[in-house]
Structures are given as structure tokens and as C-alpha cells.
């Protein structure tokens, strides 16, 4: 079993930043692949970006390609997604979740955290 813990979310303006942090614990041991997800109200969730275990393999979605980026720190247990150049349609709760695969299909991930609202309003 892995455990996952989402922090970092919040409000913030539209142009602006916010890094989101997954923290994971029990079975860290495994070469997990780690995904990032969003699902805004009344919306299918959507795939963000996902990243190897390795840390050198990882791809993100086309909406949010060049302002979001991916990362990860194997020794802290914790992945992260950068997210710049917000924009209001960026409003979502934003999932970690892990993996054995690299992949954007969320059925492929088999732990999920609780998630973190990111509001982008001014």
C-alpha cells in the first residue's frame, strides 16, 4: 500500500504560481511512476502530468504544456508539480496518484491522494 498526501494548494491570481507537493509513505520502496490529475466541477478528470520513477522520463498534458512542469525527489518521498502562467480554467482539485506504468490513464494508477483545490480568480 502507498499513501499519498497533496499540499500546496490554494487561491491565486491569474499570471501567478503555486507548487504542489505529493507526499508519499508505506511502500516507497517501489519504482513508482507518479501522475498528477485535475478535475474541475461538472468536468471529466483530466490528465496533467506523470513522471518516472527515475525522474528523467515524464511528459505532461497539452493544456498545460509549457507552464507546468513535473518533479520529483526520490530521497524525500515527493513528487511535485510546478504550476505557472495560471489561468482561471486551471481551477480544479488536483490529484497525485501512483503508478507502475508512465501513463496519462488514470485507470492505470493504483493510489490515489484526497487531493488539493488550486483556485485561480482575481
Known amino acids: 500500500q502507498v499513501q499519498l498526501v497533496e499540499s500546496g494548494g490554494g487561491l491565486v491570481q491569474p499570471g501567478g504560481s503555486l507548487r504542489l507537493s505529493c507526499a508519499a509513505s508505506g511502500r516507497t520502496s517501489s519504482s513508482y511512476s507518479m501522475g498528477w490529475f485535475r478535475q474541475a466541477p461538472g468536468k471529466e478528470r483530466e490528465f496533467v502530468g506523470a513522471?518516472?520513477?527515475?525522474?528523467?522520463?515524464?511528459y505532461l498534458g497539452d493544456s498545460v504544456e509549457g507552464r507546468f512542469s513535473v518533479a520529483r525527489d526520490n530521497a524525500k518521498n515527493t513528487a511535485y508539480l510546478q504550476m505557472n502562467s495560471l489561468k482561471p480554467e486551471d481551477t480544479a482539485v488536483y490529484y497525485c496518484?501512483?503508478?507502475?506504468?508512465?501513463?496519462?490513464?488514470?485507470?492505470?494508477?493504483?493510489?490515489w491522494g484526497q487531493g488539493t483545490q488550486v483556485i485561480v480568480s482575481s
Open positions: 513522471i518516472a520513477w527515475s525522474g528523467v522520463t515524464k
Open positions: 496518484a501512483a503508478s507502475d506504468f508512465l501513463t496519462s490513464i488514470s485507470s492505470r494508477y493504483a493510489y
